[in-house]
C-alpha cells in the first residue's frame, strides 16, 4: 500500500507533471485577460452601438453582428494569423530589398528577414486579444441591453440635480447598468472559461496539450512499459476541472450579483 | 471573378461535413433533450439528479475536452471490445464519434431550454386538463408539449446555429481520414498552400454565414407553422439571442 503511495506520488510530481501543472497559468491567464479584453471591447462596442453618428453606429453593430455569426474557432484562429501576417507585412516594407526579394522562394514572409517569430508569450496575448475581440462582440450586445434597462427616472433625476451628460453617464448610468448586465456577462464569462480549451490550438503548449502527451502509452528501456493509454484519466481530470471553474464562476457571480444589486429595487435580481 | 468561384467550389465538398454533423447529432439530441428535461423535472429524487448532473456536466464543459475525453475513451476499450467484436472501423470512425459527442453536447444544452419552457407552461392550462380528466400522457400530448415547443423554439434555434458553428471544432479533436475534411481544416491546409489567411478564412466564414441564415429561415417558417393559430404570427428576428 505504501509502495503504491510512494509510486503515485512519485509519477504525479515527475518533471512532467509538473509541467503540466504549471501550464495551467496559461489558460487562466487567458480566461482573465480573454475576460477584461471582452469587457472593454464590450463597453466600447456599447458606446458606438448608441452613438448618435451613424457611422459610427454601423460599425458597432456591424462588429457585434459579424463577429458572431461565425464560430467562435475561426475568428479565434484567424486573427493571430492575420495579425502576424499584417506586422510581417509591415516589417517587409521596411526591411526587405530587392535582393532579398529575389532570393526568397517560399511564399511568406516576402524576405526572410521579415519573419517575425512567435513564441508562446506573444500566442498567449494574441490569443487573449482574439478572445477578447470575439467575446467582446456578445458583451457589447449584453451591455447594450443593460444600458438601455436602466430606468429612464433614475437619470432624470440625476439631469434634475444638474448633473452634466458626463456625469449622469459615468455616476448613474453606468454604474446601474451592472445590475442588468451582470448575468448576461456570467454567461460571456462562461463563454471564454470553455474557450480557453482552444489555446493548443495555437501551438500554445496548455492543459490539453500537456494531458495528450502525458496520457500517450509511455514506454521506459529502464523500467518497461509504465502505462498503456491513459489519455481518457487525464482528459477526465481536465473535464472535472472545467465542471468546478464553472461550479466556482457560478457562486462568484452569484455574490457579485448581490454586491452590486445593493440598495437598488429592481426585477433583475430575481 | 473565376478565382473567386473556384475557391468556393474547394470548400463546398467539405461544408457536407460540417452539415453531415449537425444534421446527424440534431434529430437524436432533440429526443434526448426532452427525456432529460422531464427527467429533470422528474419528482422521482434519483432521476431528476441525474438528469441535472448530465446537463450540467455537458453544459459546464468545453465540447473540445468532450470530444478529446470520449475518443480516448472509445479507444482504450479498442482492444478489448471493438477489435473482437470487428467494430472498430466504425466505433471510432470520427463520422461516428462526431455526431455521438455532438448529440451529448446538444441535448445538454437543449434540455435546458425545455426545462426552462417547461417551467414557464401556464400552470392554468395543465390545471384545466387535469380538471377535464385527462390522464398524464395526454395532458402532455394535448397541452404541456405544444405549449413548451412554442415557447422553446426561438431559443433552440439559436442552439441548432451555435451546435452547426460547434461542428468546426470536430475535426481538430478527431483524426481526419484521407479527403474527409470539414471547412475550418480545408481553411487550415489552403492557407498552410499560400499563406493567404484573409481569402480562406474568409470563405469559410461566409460558408458558416450562409448555412446559419439557411437555417434560421427553415425555423422561422416551422415557427411560424407552430404559431399559425396567432392572430399575428411573431415574427422571427434573424438573431434572437446568440448566448449559449
Known amino acids: 500500500m505504501s509502495d503504491n503511495l510512494a509510486f503515485w506520488l512519485s509519477y504525479l510530481t515527475n518533471g512532467k507533471h509538473l509541467t503540466w501543472y504549471a501550464s495551467f497559468q496559461f489558460t487562466i491567464f487567458a480566461a482573465l485577460a480573454g475576460g477584461m479584453l471582452a469587457v472593454i471591447f464590450g463597453l466600447a462596442g456599447a458606446t458606438l452601438k448608441n452613438s448618435r453618428f451613424l457611422p459610427l453606429r454601423l460599425i458597432g453593430s456591424t462588429y457585434s453582428s459579424i463577429v458572431r455569426g461565425v464560430p467562435d474557432v475561426l475568428f479565434f484562429l484567424f486573427f493571430p494569423l492575420a495579425f502576424e501576417q499584417a506586422v510581417e507585412w509591415f516589417i517587409a516594407s521596411q526591411v526587405c530589398t530587392p535582393e532579398t526579394l529575389a532570393a526568397q522562394s517560399a511564399t511568406w514572409p516576402p524576405c526572410k528577414e521579415a519573419n517575425w517569430f512567435l513564441g508562446t508569450p506573444e500566442y498567449l496575448i494574441l490569443a487573449s486579444v482574439s478572445l477578447g475581440l470575439v467575446y467582446g462582440a456578445f458583451a457589447t450586445n449584453v451591455i447594450h441591453g443593460a444600458m438601455r434597462s436602466v430606468p429612464q427616472g433614475q437619470l432624470e433625476a440625476a439631469r434634475a440635480y444638474g448633473m452634466s451628460a458626463t456625469q449622469v453617464l459615468w455616476r448613474v448610468h453606468i454604474r446601474q447598468m451592472w445590475v442588468y448586465a451582470l448575468p448576461g456577462l456570467s454567461n460571456v464569462w462562461m463563454l471564454i472559461v470553455k474557450a480557453t480549451s482552444l489555446l493548443s490550438l495555437l501551438q500554445i503548449a496548455d492543459i490539453v496539450l500537456w494531458a495528450d502527451r502525458l496520457g500517450a502509452p509511455n514506454y521506459l528501456s529502464a523500467v518497461g512499459l509504465v502505462h498503456d493509454d491513459w489519455r481518457w484519466r487525464y482528459y477526465l481530470v481536465l473535464f472535472v476541472f472545467y465542471i468546478l471553474v464553472t461550479f466556482a464562476s457560478e457562486k462568484a457571480f452569484g455574490a457579485l450579483m448581490n454586491r452590486a444589486g445593493r440598495g437598488i429595487l429592481s426585477e433583475a435580481r430575481s | ?244
Open chain 2, 1 to 244: 471573378m473565376t478565382w473567386f468561384i473556384e475557391e468556393l467550389a474547394l470548400f463546398a465538398p467539405a461544408i457536407v461535413f460540417n452539415i453531415y454533423f449537425a444534421v446527424a447529432s440534431i434529430p437524436l439530441g432533440f429526443v434526448a433533450a426532452v427525456f432529460l428535461a422531464l427527467g429533470k423535472d422528474s419528482a422521482n429524487p434519483l432521476i431528476s439528479r441525474l438528469s441535472r448532473g448530465f446537463i450540467y456536466a455537458f453544459r459546464g464543459s468545453p465540447l473540445f475536452i468532450q470530444f478529446f475525453m470520449i475518443y480516448s475513451l472509445t479507444l482504450s476499450f479498442n482492444i478489448s471490445l471493438w477489435k473482437p467484436l470487428g467494430l472498430s472501423w466504425f466505433v471510432l470512425h470520427p463520422l461516428f464519434i462526431g455526431p455521438l459527442v455532438l448529440t451529448l453536447n446538444t441535448a445538454a444544452y437543449t434540455a435546458e431550454i425545455f426545462y426552462g419552457a417547461l417551467r414557464a407552461v401556464p400552470r392554468g392550462e395543465v390545471e384545466a386538463a387535469r380538471a377535464y380528466g385527462m390522464s398524464r400522457r395526454q395532458q402532455f400530448r394535448q397541452v404541456v408539449w405544444p405549449n413548451l415547443i412554442r415557447l422553446a423554439w426561438p431559443a433552440y434555434t439559436n442552439e441548432v446555429v451555435f451546435l452547426f458553428h460547434a461542428t468546426a471544432i470536430v475535426y481538430f479533436a478527431l483524426p481526419v481520414i484521407g479527403l474527409q475534411k470539414d471547412v475550418m481544416i480545408t481553411a487550415k491546409e489552403l492557407f498552410e498552400r499560400d499563406y493567404n489567411a484573409f481569402l480562406h478564412f474568409s470563405v469559410a466564414a461566409l460558408y458558416f454565414l450562409a448555412v446559419s441564415l439557411v437555417i434560421f429561415f427553415l425555423f422561422g417558417l416551422v415557427y411560424k407553422r407552430l404559431m399559425r393559430h396567432m392572430p399575428a404570427a411573431p415574427r422571427m428576428r434573424f438573431m434572437p439571442k446568440w448566448i449559449r
